[in-house]
């Protein structure tokens, strides 16, 4: 019997971890400090688990949070972990993540976490300990204006200064983070506000004055909506993270079949239609799939749901889609009509929005019967079979990239939940990995921040155990947060990296290659090629307390990512050693139309733009 199945033996033998005692609904009104009125009113909330570090300025919350037998806090080893790891525990539960850290240099190593979450809308409710109030604007020390710097950043953010607003305070920002287009919200409570005595009560009703967010569309928009997709020739339905967000991917389901359009998905919307599916495409945009990139360039009806038209999937913007007319739904409707105009704006949560226009496409079928797009789909299966995702065989006689990351996948299943990191191997992994099922895939999207991957998948393990996590990482990026091994180690949080390892920083190089001549400057890593590895990822995994295994041939790859998945009582960390000549393909280059998309280096582009 292996290490890993006596450990796992003799964890079955032991009793059950006893279950979290239930919250109560409501609190009367009792005596206690701010910080014990923080605590509490986490456990009102709803959250479980935290993510954090502490410091001066925060440290009187960590010492009820030690009496907490709700909440379990998991100690990072930096703030940025913290607040991907949050992050990654709501893109894999649904529920807002939590993180906790100290003022001044705490609550800025958050900064990007809570930008990234912004980007992607992601409900993460951040709490920052700040100094005490009548030492504000003295630059006492580890201040800094946190509630400033996060202003363009957050859905919401304040500073509490009076411990009687804690309660309020807390209850509003997991509201706010959860509804409407989810996001980041931050609250700064000064360390004199957790040390002084409050009555506290939970609060049962709240108005945000303002703050009203529109859920049920307009019956019009439906109504017109229903009326083009029925009559449409060239449909296409455009899937972006709104719908993975609102959790509407049964009702996009319905929608899909009934259409029969054809359907592309946004890499935060990955997973949401499986790839499996007849009418799914894949991926648009600078490396989508070419069926995915010339549906929306050919459609005379795009449906956007939940989707914002940015750069990355339109390429250059006044030559996108040119002669479809733009159905968009959203429920931010700051995003209808910022990028791209929109013919049928539709304001609303995408649940309610399928709600009601699936039974409304059926009526106009009945009406005017269902579409003919049998030539529609004639010309896409044929950009199917004439340009499939693949790859060469490599010429420097390491592995494809895009192989093992393929195998992960195939190996690891779909019930799986996959994370990666930025780069290369973020598209590589958004373009192979067999996706079935919503949230299955993640990754960072709009910030694209190297070193998400990583305490993402520690969070997303934490919010959801029973699932297996693989992060698949670069070696650039790993090297920014690998820290957060510890924690898993520690925290007995077993996840499984999967370093594509090509010793450089392969987006960048790839660039590098095809418009600066390829001039390489400062993209060697010299982690994998040649003599020296610096550093070795097997000895700093076995250092860390994580099992660390290598692979560089093809012939050990299915055994080592087989027995990866054999180990889950620990951390296991795999380092892949892949080509480095490898290039993410297809590609829109910046800056130019999507109809100049290239198949493959050297080749012109696929099709001439019609006007």
């Not at 990666?420 to 973020?426: P, T």
């Not at 590589?428 to 990583?454: D, I, K, V």
């Not at 960048?508 to 060697?524: C, I, P």
């Amino acid at each position: 019997m292996t290490k890993a199945q006596e450990a796992k033996a003799s964890g079955a033998a032991k009793a059950a971890p006893p279950s979290k005692p239930s919250v109560p609904q409501t609190v009367p009104p009792t005596e206690m400090t701010g910080a014990q009125a923080l605590i509490r009113s986490l456990e009102l909330a709803g959250a479980t688990d935290i993510f954090g570090l502490p410091g001066g300025a925060i440290m009187p919350a960590y010492d009820p949070l030690l009496d907490s037998t709700i909440l379990r806090h998991i100690l990072v080893r930096h703030e940025q972990g913290a607040g991907h790891a949050a992050s990654g525990y709501a893109h894999a539960t649904g529920r807002p993540g939590v993180c906790i850290v100290t003022s001044g240099p705490g609550a800025t190593n958050l900064v990007t976490a809570i930008a990234d979450a912004n980007m992607d809308s992601i409900p993460i409710v951040c709490v920052t300990g700040q100094v005490n109030a009548a030492s504000i604007g003295t630059d006492a020390f580890q201040e800094t204006d946190i509630v400033g710097i996060t202003q363009p950043i957050t859905k919401h953010n304040e500073i509490i200064t009076d411990p009687g607003q804690i309660g309020r305070a807390i209850q509003e920002a997991f509201h706010i983070a959860t509804t409407g287009r989810p996001g980041p919200v931050l609250i700064d409570i000064t360390k004199s506000a957790l040390v002084a005595n409050t009555t506290f009560s939970w609060p049962q009703q709240f108005e945000l004055r303002g703050y009203h967010p529109v859920l049920k569309p307009h019956s019009k928009s439906i109504q017109e909506a229903a009326r083009l997709l029925a009559t449409a020739r060239r449909p296409v339905l455009y899937v972006g993270g709104g719908v993975i967000r609102s959790g509407a991917w049964d009702g996009l389901r319905k929608l899909v079949d009934a259409s029969g359009a054809a359907v592309v998905s946004t890499l935060m919307a990955r997973g949401a239609v499986p790839d499996s599916h007849p009418q799914y495409l894949g991926m648009p945009g600078m490396h989508g799939t070419v069926p995915a990139v010339t549906a929306l360039q050919r459609s005379d009806l795009i449906v956007a749901l939940g989707a914002r038209f940015d750069d990355r999937v339109t390429g250059k913007l006044d030559s996108f889609a040119p002669h479809a007319t733009v159905v968009h739904a959203d429920i931010d409707p700051a995003e209808i009509g910022k990028n791209r105009e929109a013919d049928v704006p539709i304001v609303g949560d995408l649940k309610d929005v399928f709600a009601e226009l699936v039974p409304a496409l059926a009526e106009e079928h009945r009406k005017h019967g269902k579409p003919d797009l049998e030539g529609w789909w004639r010309q896409l299966n044929e950009l199917r079979e004439t340009y499939p995702l693949g790859y060469t065989p490599t010429d420097d006689g390491h592995m494809a990239p895009q192989h093992v990351i393929q195998r992960i996948g195939e190996i690891t299943g779909p019930e799986a939940i996959f994370v990666a990191g930025v780069g290369q191997h973020q598209m590589w992994a958004s373009q192979f990995l067999p996706l079935e099922r919503p949230r299955s895939f993640f990754t960072s999207g709009g910030l694209a921040t190297m070193g998400y991957g990583l305490p993402a998948a520690m969070g997303a393990k934490v919010g959801v155990p029973d699932r297996t996590v693989w992060n698949i990482d670069g070696d650039g990026c790993f090297q920014m947060t690998n820290q957060e091994l510890t924690t898993c180690v520690l925290n007995e949080i077993p996840i499984k990296v999967g370093i594509i390892n090509n010793s450089s920083l392969g987006m960048v190089r790839q660039w590098q290659a095809l418009f600066f001549n390829e001039r390489y400057s400062h993209t060697d890593l010299n982690t994998g090629h040649g003599t020296r590895r610096i550093p070795d990822f097997v000895r700093l995994a076995e250092a860390m307390g994580c099992v660390g295994l290598r692979c560089e041939s093809e012939d050990e790859l299915d055994a080592t990512i087989t027995k990866a998945n054999e180990i889950d009582d620990q951390p296991v960390v795999v380092d892949f050693t892949v080509s480095r000549n490898a290039m993410v393909w297809p590609m829109v280059a910046a800056g130019v139309s999507n109809d100049e998309i290239q198949y493959a280096r050297g080749v012109a582009p696929v099709f001439e733009r019609e006007d």
